[in-house]
């Protein structure tokens, strides 16, 4: 089992940026696909982007392409999610998890998140 700690989320305008971190420990982090989801309020859990196991290959949902770029550290286990042009539509907490490549569902425990909040 993986264990997630999330990090960096806070309050910002609109347009502004923020930088997720997501430090793993437990089992060999380099063998997993990584991802990040969201939950706004009142609505269900939303698949943002991934990176697989060797860091070549990168998705994102239609909503934050172009906006959002993940990536990994394999030297201290951690994600990044770097949130820029950002609007009020992506208020939420940001999850990060072990993703499925391919379907973008989760593939095992969660971390307590960390909220971001974009302002108007």
């Known amino acids: 089992q993986v264990q997630l700690v999330e990090s960096g989320g806070g309050l910002v305008h609109t347009g502004g940026s923020l930088r997720l971190s997501c430090g793993a420990s437990?089992?060999?982090?380099?063998?997993?696909?990584m991802g990040w989801f969201r939950q706004a309020p009142g609505k269900e859990r939303e698949f943002v982007s991934a990176i697989n196991w060797n860091g070549l290959n990168t998705y994102y949902a239609d909503s934050v392409k172009g906006r959002f770029t993940i990536s990994r550290d394999y030297t201290n286990d951690t994600v990044y999610l770097q949130m820029s042009s950002l609007e009020p539509e992506d208020t939420a907490i940001y999850y990060c998890?072990?993703?499925?490549?391919?379907?973008?569902?989760?593939?095992?425990?969660w971390g307590q998140g960390t909220q971001v909040t974009v302002s108007s």
């Open positions: 998890a072990v993703v499925n490549w391919g379907s973008w569902s989760p593939a095992g425990s």
């Open positions: 437990g089992r060999t982090f380099s063998r997993y696909t």
